[in-house]
């Protein structure tokens, strides 16, 4: 979103915005754009049932298979209660560990494409084990044996994206949002004043340059359009390159490359000038 700062936004609150547009693309639009028809959509975790908000199958990266796993919002009123507007349940985050577990057996690569506010926090979840099937995501994503890749594509909403995020590397694109809390219930408990989001998310550095800068993420990514092909292109081969480097690494390397990646976030010796 460009334009002017109005005196109620600010350049990180309109990042938010941007992220939340109902008229980017949404996750099975860059499963459309990047896999085609090689996509095969997997379903449920084998224990309650299929979770909407979260897309998950196998896919050919050119000619390297892959498990692509998605949090899907919606692009109408219709999808999004339909997908509970990108807000999973407990089976939702199943399903996803059961195909990364899955794609560990064959040492398939994982690409996880993230846009959520968070994880759904109503009763039926919490009975369910929302919190245990988060845990459980990153606990077992920590020590995945196979390439994990996580791309934000809108929103990165607190343990619900988090819990599809514990990668080998995290990209953003250049109008998303990773943070620990909305703006707007960052507001709420700071100030009891959900009108000052724009002074939170300025204050929360949730933004992709402001996640690059620290290192957090690793590289920022241009905003694709539906009719930007190239661009699809370039962003396949970038995922491709990243596979292979790290397919190139032995079990013992590769979790120890992803496990050294989270200790150092936060030390100024990671931090890109």
Request: charged share 25%; hydrophobic share 40%; glycine share 8%.
């Amino acid at each position: 979103m460009s334009g002017t700062a109005t005196p109620n936004t600010n350049p990180a609150y309109e990042k938010v915005l941007a992220a939340r547009d109902a008229s980017k693309l949404t996750a099975v639009d860059y499963i459309k754009y990047m896999f085609g028809d090689s996509f095969i959509e997997l379903h449920g975790d084998r224990r309650y049932s299929d979770d909407k908000a979260i897309v998950a199958g196998l896919a050919m990266l050119y000619d390297t298979p892959v498990t692509v796993i998605g949090i899907e919002k919606g692009r109408n009123t219709k999808e999004r209660m339909e997908r509970n507007f990108g807000q999973a349940h407990p089976e939702g985050y199943r399903k996803a560990l059961r195909l990364m577990k899955q794609a560990e057996k064959f040492r398939r690569p994982v690409l996880c494409l993230v846009d959520t506010s968070g994880a759904f926090p109503g009763i039926g979840a919490e009975e369910r084990g929302q919190g245990q099937a988060i845990a459980e995501n990153l606990m077992e994503m920590m020590t995945l044996k196979t390439p994990v890749l996580t791309i934000l594509i809108g929103e990165g909403g607190s343990g619900g994206a988090l819990a599809l995020a514990v990668a080998d590397e995290v990209w953003m694109l250049e109008n998303s949002v990773y943070s620990v809390i909305s703006p707007e219930g960052c507001a709420s408990i700071l100030w009891k004043d959900s009108t000052k989001a724009p002074q939170a998310a300025a204050a929360l550095k949730m933004t992709a340059q402001d996640l690059f800068r620290f290192g957090v993420i690793e590289r920022i990514i241009r905003q694709p359009r539906a009719d930007d092909q190239a661009m699809f292109e370039s962003l396949k081969l970038l995922v491709m390159r990243t596979f292979e480097k790290n397919l190139a690494l032995s079990d013992e390397e590769l979790t120890e490359m992803r496990y050294q990646r989270f200790r150092k976030i936060g030390t100024p010796d990671n931090y890109n000038q």
